[in-house]
Nanobody
């Protein structure tokens, strides 16, 4: 399984970016795809997740109403549209994947995700 993120960059506060995560080698029909981020000196935290089979989405409170997670199953690509960006959104953003639906009580658990991308830097000034 390979996850490759792209779309990071530098943007001013209030701006927008769209991250992409191209997935390959994943044979599970049901999977939970998520975005995490890690700011300098902080722990990695979940941002959003989507169940590939049901389309159910989940968001961290800090990004609700500003970020939108989506997927294109025909292209095996995960997206994160980030609007109204704030300096505190500055971090390395990682794509992650796990078999099975996300689940209300499990989507945010970092340890459940077995596959990770290399990360893409987002800087908001």
């Amino acid at each position: 399984v390979q996850l490759v993120e792209s779309g990071g960059g530098s943007v001013q506060a209030g701006g927008s970016l769209r991250l992409s995560c191209a997935a390959s080698g994943y044979t599970y029909s049901d999977k939970c795809m998520a975005w995490f981020r890690q700011a300098l000196g902080k722990e990695r935290e979940v941002v959003a997740a989507v169940s590939s089979s049901t389309g159910s989405t989940y968001y961290a409170d800090s990004v609700k109403g500003r970020f939108t997670i989506s997927q294109d199953t025909t292209k095996n690509t995960l997206y994160l549209q980030m609007n109204e960006l704030k300096p505190e959104d500055t971090a390395i953003y990682y794509c992650a994947a796990d078999a099975g639906v996300c689940g209300t009580g499990r989507w945010y658990q970092r340890t459940r995700y077995g596959y990770w991308g290399q990360g893409t830097q987002v800087t908001v000034s």
